[in-house]
């Protein structure tokens, strides 16, 4: 069981930035691929940002360039750093910790922190 704390959240300007943090509980933090999702208002929730055990990332393509996304196994975290935030990236941002192997994959969720970017 992992359970999962995100905050960071809140209201920013336009082209401004905000980081992320989603701690997790456990000792088996570094097995996990860990990932940013978001979901805005009637809208399905999308992948952001995804970072494997092995620390390899993959970006949605609005995102690319502008956010980045790190882990540090030391300290059971995972980062989202958002630059050059536009209003189509306000959203309810939720971390996942997701457990794949090749027969079966379990997915862990936090609460979700809120975004809002809004002059």
């Known amino acids: 069981q992992v359970q999962l704390v995100e905050s960071g959240g809140g209201l920013v300007q336009p082209g401004g930035s905000l980081r992320l943090s989603c701690a997790a509980s456990g000792n088996i933090f570094s097995i996990y691929d860990m990932g940013w999702y978001r979901q805005a208002p009637g809208k399905q929730r999308e992948l952001v940002a995804v970072i494997t055990s092995g620390a390899s990332t993959n970006y949605a393509d609005s995102v690319k360039g502008r956010f980045t996304i790190s882990r540090d196994n030391a300290k059971n975290t995972v980062y989202l750093q958002m630059n050059a935030l536009k209003p189509e990236d306000t959203a309810v941002y939720y971390c996942?910790?997701?457990?794949?192997?090749?027969?079966?994959?379990?997915?862990?969720w936090g609460q979700g922190t809120q975004v809002t970017v809004s002059s």
């Open positions: 996942n910790a997701a457990r794949i192997r090749s027969w079966s994959r379990t997915d862990y």
